[in-house]
């Protein structure tokens, strides 16, 4: 298993820019794939953006794409969400999620962290 814990969260005007950072402590970190997922009041978590193991292969949703960039760091454990030119509807509890390689499925959670852009 792997503990995954969020940091970075924040209140930031639009336009502005965020780094959200989440450890994972347990099992080995480069044995997962990992995800960054956000969500809000009354809506479906949506996925945000996915980075491979190895780092080679990332994903992102097309609300995000060309503002956020996801990346990871083996040897700290860690995989980061940088997010430029913030608009208020990026506001949302964002949530970092890990999968064993080969699964399709994300199946460890963090516990969150609030993200708001004011306009």
């Known amino acids: 298993q792997v503990q995954l814990v969020e940091s970075g969260g924040g209140l930031v005007q639009a336009g502005g820019s965020l780094r959200l950072s989440c450890a994972a402590s347990?099992?080995?970190?480069?044995?997962?794939?990992m995800g960054w997922f956000r969500q809000t009041p009354g809506k479906e978590r949506e996925f945000v953006a996915g980075?491979?193991?190895?780092?080679?292969?990332?994903t992102y949703a097309g609300s995000v794409k060309g503002r956020f960039t996801i990346s990871r760091d083996n040897a700290l454990n860690t995989v980061y969400l940088q997010m430029y030119s913030l608009k208020p509807e990026d506001t949302a509890v964002y949530y970092c999620?890990?999968?064993?390689?080969?699964?399709?499925?994300?199946?460890?959670w963090g516990q969150g962290t609030q993200v708001t852009v004011s306009s």
């Open positions: 999620a890990a999968r064993e390689r080969g699964e399709s499925g994300y199946d460890y």
């Open positions: 980075i491979s193991w190895s780092g080679g292969s990332k």
């Open positions: 347990g099992r080995t970190f480069s044995s997962y794939d």
